[in-house]
């Protein structure tokens, strides 16, 4: 997530999601709801369990009563269908985020990409930091950046197309990656490393 001036986003060129963008987005959110089918049945599965062991009694003859056996098993499944509940959310909560970002703008700025290496206050997984300054050299926003090599201080003139949850779509109409071109179908393959 980006840190950025909002005095300055109020002045900036903006724009909207294409459709093939917003594409791309939802496959991948979809490839995750592939993913999250299993701890969503696995929930509902566990809630019925414990609805059934709560609301319905067993049938007679059952060596526990209804009250023993509700008492014993359907904490155990409630916590089961708490966990798989917890799960699916976690694994849909970032592409549904990303989702909604894609109906904010994507911001047009004509200035100057900065990059700034690594201080003290850099996380440890980050490289340095990338940031949009416009024509006045003021940052628009700043992101850690992530990678395998130390990013060394420099400054270059650049059309930037950017969105602050998502960083830099664009710089001078090359794409960075952070919204890929296209996705397959459902995310599946898209994780496959390019030789």
Same mark, same amino acid.
């Given at each position: 997530m980006a840190t950025h001036l909002p005095e300055i986003e109020k002045n900036l060129v903006r724009r909207s999601w294409t459709k093939a963008e917003r594409?791309?987005?939802?496959?991948? @959110?979809?490839?995750?709801?592939?993913?999250?089918? /299993?701890?969503?049945?696995?929930? +509902? +599965?566990?809630?019925?369990? #414990? =609805?059934?062991?709560?609301?319905?009694? @067993?049938?007679?003859?059952a060596r526990l009563t209804h009250n023993e056996s509700a008492l014993v098993l359907s904490p155990i499944f409630g916590l089961a269908a708490s966990a798989f509940f !917890?799960?699916?959310? +976690?694994?849909?909560?970032?592409? !549904?985020?990303?989702?909604?970002? #894609?109906?904010?703008?994507?911001? &047009?700025? $004509?200035?100057?990409?900065?990059?700034?290496?690594? $201080?003290?206050? #850099?996380? =440890? $997984?980050?490289?340095?930091? &990338?940031? +949009?300054?416009? /024509? $006045?050299?003021? #940052? !628009?926003?700043?992101?850690p950046s992530m990678g395998d090599f130390e990013m060394t201080d420099s400054l270059r003139p650049a059309l930037i197309e950017f969105s602050f949850y998502g960083g830099i779509h664009r710089i001078d109409g090359r794409s960075t990656g952070i919204v890929p071109e296209s996705m397959p179908t459902l995310g599946v393959g898209s994780n496959v490393p390019r030789l």
């Open positions: 594409r791309v987005v939802l496959h991948g @959110l979809f490839g995750r709801l592939l993913i999250a089918i /299993e701890p969503i049945i696995c929930f +509902v +599965v566990f809630g019925a369990l #414990t =609805a059934g062991l709560i609301f319905f009694p @067993l049938p007679p003859g !917890v799960y699916a959310v +976690v694994v849909l909560i970032s592409p !549904v985020r990303a989702l909604v970002h #894609t109906f904010s703008p994507i911001y &047009i700025v $004509d200035g100057y990409i900065r990059y700034r290496a690594a $201080d003290r206050y #850099t996380e =440890a $997984d980050s490289n340095g930091y &990338i940031a +949009v300054l416009n /024509e $006045d050299r003021r #940052t !628009v926003a700043e992101w």
